[in-house]
């Protein structure tokens, strides 16, 4: 069954500690994303990566941290130094670049106590 | 980099009536605009989009159409149903193959029986 999974659906972390949301894909997709969605707020992009051991830096990458070890993963960490990590996180890969399709994960809300 | 803004930010219609959703762009190299729905707790999914060498693009009831001299382009549903209550998120490229989109705020559309 292909597609591109998040884990876990709810996170819930004490504030001052650091927390990885996982993005896994099965569809060769070369492109990952990563978007922060608050309502009202639209989906802001963190970080992206465009080929393995490559990434850039999105609107909003203060406090987030990320990797991209092998193709078929792309997992973002929440850093003690974001200081409003409150909030629903979408991972979204593409065969290409920006001009293909999106295809999002099912999303991680994450809540920080 | 690219700005995009997108409104209205919520819009109510009648079940059967049409949506326009409307959304402008800054970079003039932007030549790639599609637009996602989002239903209530699902993942957004691409539902249309165009290219800069077309000015209007339909797939059944919805269209999208572009006018690259305002650097505006819109989305418009026909016939509505209660079904296309979701929020609607525009996009544009940069003009260039690598990456990412720029994304507009989204649109609540409440279609209403």
């Known amino acids: 069954d292909g597609g591109i999974t998040q884990s876990p659906k709810y996170l819930f972390r004490k504030e001052g500690q650091n927390v990885t949301l996982s993005c896994e894909q099965n569809?060769?997709?070369?492109?990952m994303y990563w978007y922060r969605q608050d309502p009202g707020q639209g989906l802001r992009l963190i970080y992206y990566s465009q080929i393995v051991n490559d990434f850039q830096k999105g609107d909003i990458a203060e406090g987030y941290s990320v990797s991209r070890e092998k193709k078929e993963s792309f997992p973002l960490t929440v850093t003690s130094a974001q200081k409003n990590p409150t909030a629903f996180y979408l991972c979204?890969?593409?065969?290409?670049?920006?001009?293909?399709?999106?295809?999002f994960g099912p999303g991680t809300r994450l809540t920080v106590l | 980099g690219e700005n995009v803004e997108q409104h209205p930010s919520t819009l109510s219609v009648q079940e059967g009536d049409s949506a326009v959703i409307k959304c402008t762009y800054s970079d003039s190299a932007s030549n790639y605009f599609p637009w996602y729905k989002q239903e209530l707790g699902k993942r957004p999914q691409l539902i249309i989009d165009i290219r800069s060498n077309v000015g209007e693009k339909k797939d059944q009831r919805i269209a999208v159409t572009l006018n690259k001299t305002a650097k505006h382009f819109s989305l418009h549903i026909t016939e509505t149903q209660p079904e296309d209550s979701a929020v609607y998120f525009c996009?544009?490229?940069?003009?260039?193959?690598?990456?990412?989109?720029?994304f507009g705020r989204g649109t609540q559309l409440t279609v209403w029986p």
């Open positions: 996009a544009a490229n940069r003009g260039s193959t690598l990456g990412r989109l720029y």
């Open positions: 979204a890969s593409s065969i290409g670049g920006p001009e293909r399709e999106q295809f």
């Open positions: 569809l060769n997709h070369d492109a």
